[in-house]
């Protein structure tokens, strides 16, 4: 109930291609959906966020879909670069509640140029 | 600047021994967290503080203990019971309560190995 869980545990991608990562979750309670960056040696940094009243958001070449109904979002990343490779963490969290984030195993994105 | 500052970024710990990780934050946020991060694992909850003087344990306190004693200050322990200490160990925090989406924000962590 309480997990998150994400797909592909890595991915590799030509420089300006798309990368796409999936996650699912089981908990209706979760209300806030947002995706970490995570750099070698740094700690996580929130790329993007989404709440289920929307299916898509946008944040330049960011994009998070989000369907409700299958209890699934996922984040594509458009005109992937290089420096975009990183591992992506997905998140779940009920707002209100402990506040706890439930996180994804995460996705090791290499991109090649 | 504000943000999250964790010491030391390496840290070594003999057998038997305990040994503390440092995590001060100046964003006058409410919450506190500590995360472990092994390879292939994400990020799993050790304990969580919303307030001065009171904490809960996450998925995973065996072995660590925590302390709450000043708002922007949650240090952590990692005790002689935690048989593989070796991880990456995270810090976060957060605003609580205003009903709108707050994220975490995280330190750069602190990598602990056995000698």
């Known amino acids: 109930q309480q997990q998150v869980k994400q797909s592909p545990q890595s991915l590799i991608v030509q420089k300006g291609g798309i990368s796409i990562i999936n996650c699912a979750y089981e908990n209706t309670a979760f209300d806030y959906f947002p995706w970490y960056q995570q750099f070698p040696g740094k700690g996580p940094a929130l790329l993007i966020a989404i709440r289920p009243d929307v299916s898509e958001k946008k944040e330049g070449r960011f994009t998070i879909s989000f369907n409700k109904s299958a209890k699934q979002f996922s984040l594509h990343i458009m005109d992937s670069q290089p420096g975009d490779s990183a591992t992506y963490f997905c998140a779940a969290l009920t707002q209100g509640g402990s506040e706890k984030l439930v996180f994804g195993k995460g996705t090791k994105l290499t991109v090649n140029p | 600047d504000g943000g999250i500052t964790q010491s030391p970024k390496y840290l070594f710990r003999k057998e038997g021994q305990n040994v503390t990780l440092s995590c001060e934050q100046n964003?006058?946020?409410?919450?506190m967290y500590w995360y472990r991060q092994d390879p292939g694992q994400g990020l799993r909850l050790i304990y969580y503080s919303q307030i001065v003087n009171d904490f809960q344990k996450g998925d995973i306190a065996e072995g660590y203990s925590v302390s709450r004693e000043k708002k922007e200050s949650f240090p952590l322990t990692v005790t002689s019971a935690q048989k593989n200490p070796t991880a990456f160990y995270l810090c976060?925090?957060?605003?609580?309560?205003?009903?709108?989406?707050?994220?975490?924000?995280f330190g750069d962590g602190t990598r602990l190995s056995i000698l």
């Open positions: 976060a925090s957060s605003i609580l309560g205003q009903g709108s989406n707050q994220p975490q924000h």
């Open positions: 964003l006058n946020h409410d919450a």
